[in-house]
């Protein structure tokens, strides 16, 4: 019987003795499999060796196993394709047309050509990428190493003070029960895209490009800032036990114990991930033995639970509006994992094959598992060691005690600011400015003071090197993925130089330059008037802390936009078939890593919390008496932030709207733009 298939299309088939399907070469990816590993995903993955042109079985009258006619698509009008490729491998970029011959009678053969774009993931240089070799143990450790800081210490005392124990109950709770609401937004999203400048990605990607980049500077601020200000608050603590000495200060506190920070995190980033294990488990113990010591003494001074500094607040409410804006320092770190997730390791690395994540997920390659514990977890163990910790003080120490730390704004009527036991923004030996600290020595157990005093200046070292860590991959996660070709802006290439790694893979120019960038700042105490110098690191030291609120806020925003786009077009995103995005796909239930909890209401809870913290808390701190030294602190950065946003729509040239998201085909190319980016960080 001679072939009524046109020759060319004939010979195809021909290739695979007839059979009609044709396999060409496999798609671009970032590595080159053995040829075991080749194997072994050859058989789980039979349908990934495809080529641009591939040829269906044909269908004759008396056989439609293959292809069949669906009724249902077929009679509705908008549905370019009325033919079911039930059994067929499906592909989110295939497009099926059909040939067929007009003059031929209905029971004649028809074939179905799928064509595929070929997608290449362009793999950054290896000067570009970073080891991924945190476990999850690495993760969490460094999320409460840079959440255990001096939130609790320094400024536990300070809500004490202002606004009584039971603000300083309700200031650590709320602001707790808001961090696990962010990152529970954000966990759903870095369970799915793992990458550098996840935060700044998010952003960008569902928000505004120039947004996100303004969000990417603010993070790396958040952290460069912070490690500055924790070595001087370590100073001073150090300052307990020795007079000031500037030669001393300048060369060891200020110079040797910053440069050791650095060197530290100069090591392989699996070395480094088991110096954070170690040193947030001391830490843990500490405050496990600080929690214990708290229990035993139990005075028992919790008789005016509703006391508050008159001298700073109108009335109760001021004074907790204005604690809860304290108190959100505390948990300046929670978010951590977004950072330090670029590095996680891949779950059972030794079977990765290679395939194309853009276009299905495996069990073995979700990151899900090894960022899901510290990003929901670690909020809310922060939470309940904050509250415990500091409902115990509250019963430990009163109010009025002239030992707890005040706002330096506020003029002090009951104490005698010219006391160095009194007065803390003047460093002596025997001052201090922690709770805890007072505590001991109103116990009468001089040893104890200085144990503790020890867990504060660990706390406050460890908590800084975290924090150094955090604004380099910050910084890295920004700058790694622009274009350092001689043909760009200088600027552009000036940037794109701190996106490199060195040959370990870390990323040591935007490391050193996060160092240097506040070095100079505790040097400043060296001077005369060491006041006005402890009030510029106290602003400086309340914008970081602002500024990760700042970050909060979009990212809940972020995930809202997303959430709605997602649900919007859920239907288009189970007919495509893109990996891990289809929340409400019940038959594929398990390829979505992570679900949270009440969205997207908590979604909008978290946004309105952070609101709230941005606009009502902060402004309480003006409420009684303006003051230069609380408005500085709280919403020069947000000024700047704006500010910096108008720039670089103007620079760029960017749209004054928001990213559309209205429709399926933006939003699945936006997904697997992501789904690219994640492959290439790989």
């Known amino acids: 019987?001679?072939?009524?298939?046109?020759?060319?299309?004939?010979?195809?088939?021909?290739?695979?003795?007839?059979?009609?399907?044709?396999?060409?070469?496999?798609?671009?990816?970032?590595?080159?499999?053995?040829?075991?590993?080749?194997?072994?995903?050859?058989?789980?993955?039979?349908?990934?060796?495809?080529?641009?042109?591939?040829?269906?079985?044909?269908?004759?009258?008396?056989?439609?196993?293959?292809?069949?006619?669906?009724?249902?698509?077929?009679?509705?009008?908008?549905?370019?394709?009325?033919?079911?490729?039930?059994?067929?491998?499906?592909?989110?970029?295939?497009?099926?047309?059909?040939?067929?011959?007009?003059?031929?009678?209905?029971?004649?053969?028809?074939?179905?050509?799928?064509?595929?774009?070929?997608?290449?993931?362009?793999?950054?240089?290896?000067?570009?990428?970073?080891?991924?070799?945190?476990?999850?143990?690495?993760?969490?450790?460094?999320?409460?190493?840079?959440?255990?800081?001096?939130?609790?210490?320094?400024?536990?005392?300070?809500?004490?003070?202002?606004?009584?124990?039971?603000?300083?109950?309700?200031?650590?709770?709320?602001?707790?029960?808001?961090?696990?609401?962010?990152?529970?937004?954000?966990?759903?999203?870095?369970?799915?895209?793992?990458?550098?400048?996840?935060?700044?990605?998010?952003v960008s990607e569902f928000i505004d490009p120039e947004l996100g980049i303004a969000i990417g500077i603010t993070y790396w601020f958040t952290y460069a800032a912070s490690f500055a200000a924790l070595v001087a608050t370590s100073a001073a603590e150090i300052h307990f036990w020795k007079q000031d000495d500037k030669a001393f200060d300048g060369a060891v506190l200020y110079f040797l114990i910053p440069l050791f920070l650095l060197a530290l995190n100069c090591f392989r980033v699996d070395i480094y991930g088991w110096f954070e294990v170690v040193s947030s488990s001391i830490k843990l113990l500490f405050l496990f033995i600080v929690i214990c010591f708290m229990v035993a003494i139990n005075v028992g001074v919790w008789d005016k639970p509703v006391e508050y500094d008159r001298n700073a607040a109108e009335n109760w409410f001021n004074s907790l509006a204005m604690s809860i804006s304290i108190a959100s320092f505390a948990y300046v770190g929670v978010e951590v994992v977004a950072a330090s997730a670029l590095e996680a390791r891949w779950p059972n690395a030794n079977t990765r094959t290679n395939t194309d994540l853009s276009e299905r997920s495996n069990d073995e390659l979700l990151i899900g598992q090894t960022v899901r514990f510290s990003s929901v977890y670690i909020p809310v163990l922060a939470t309940i060691a904050y509250v415990v910790a500091g409902a115990l003080a509250s019963f430990n120490i009163r109010r009025g005690d002239c030992r707890l730390p005040r706002l330096s704004w506020v003029d002090s009527k009951e104490c005698n600011s010219t006391s160095p036991v009194n007065n803390h923004t003047t460093y002596g030996v025997g001052s201090t400015t922690s709770a805890f600290v007072a505590i001991a020595i109103e116990a009468g157990m001089p040893p104890l003071e200085h144990v503790f005093n020890v867990f504060l200046v660990f706390t406050a070292l460890t908590c800084a090197g975290t924090n150094l860590y955090v604004a380099s991959r910050a910084l890295f996660g920004l700058t790694t993925r622009l274009d350092d070709s001689p043909d760009q802006p200088l600027l552009l290439r000036f940037l794109a130089w701190f996106g490199k790694t060195n040959r370990h893979r870390v990323p040591m120019r935007a490391m050193i330059f996060s160092a240097l960038s506040f070095w100079w700042v505790p040097f400043l105490q060296l001077h005369k008037k060491s006041t006005n110098i402890s009030m510029f690191i106290e602003v400086l030291t309340t914008m970081a802390s602002d500024s990760v609120i700042i970050v909060w806020a979009f990212e809940c925003w972020a995930f809202i936009r997303y959430y709605n786009c997602i649900y919007k077009h859920r239907a288009a995103l189970e007919a495509l078939e893109l990996s891990q995005v289809r929340r409400w796909d019940q038959r594929n239930y398990r390829d979505y890593p992570y679900r949270s909890h009440m969205q997207p209401f908590l979604g909008y809870m978290a946004l309105g919390g952070c609101l709230f913290v941005l606009i009502i808390a902060n402004s309480a701190l003006l409420w009684k008496k303006f003051h230069p030294t609380p408005f500085l602190s709280t919403f020069l950065l947000q000024f700047v932030f704006f500010a910096i946003c108008i720039v670089l729509k103007v620079f760029r040239g960017g749209s004054w709207s928001l990213v559309d998201l209205n429709t399926a085909e933006r939003v699945a190319d936006k997904i697997r733009k992501l789904h690219d980016i994640r492959l290439g960080a790989s």
Request: proline letters at 9%; charged letters at 20%; one cysteine or more.
């Open 1 to 202: 019987m001679t072939s009524q298939w046109p020759d060319w299309i004939q010979g195809l088939l021909d290739v695979r003795g007839g059979q009609g399907d044709v396999a060409l070469n496999p798609l671009p990816s970032i590595h080159e499999p053995d040829d075991n590993e080749t194997n072994n995903h050859s058989r789980r993955h039979p349908s990934e060796d495809i080529d641009p042109l591939q040829i269906v079985h044909p269908v004759v009258s008396g056989d439609s196993s293959r292809l069949s006619p669906n009724p249902s698509r077929a009679s509705h009008p908008s549905t370019p394709n009325t033919w079911d490729i039930s059994s067929s491998p499906r592909d989110s970029r295939s497009v099926a047309t059909s040939q067929s011959n007009a003059g031929l009678a209905s029971d004649e053969p028809k074939i179905v050509v799928r064509r595929r774009e070929r997608r290449v993931v362009v793999t950054p240089s290896q000067d570009r990428l970073v080891h991924r070799r945190l476990r999850g143990i690495h993760l969490s450790m460094i999320a409460v190493n840079a959440t255990l800081g001096t939130g609790l210490y320094w400024r536990g005392g300070q809500i004490l003070e202002l606004g009584g124990p039971l603000s300083t109950l309700l200031a650590f709770l709320l602001p707790g029960i808001l961090a696990w609401a962010v990152m529970q937004c954000l966990t759903e999203m870095l369970c799915i895209w793992p990458i550098p400048g996840a935060l700044s990605v998010y």
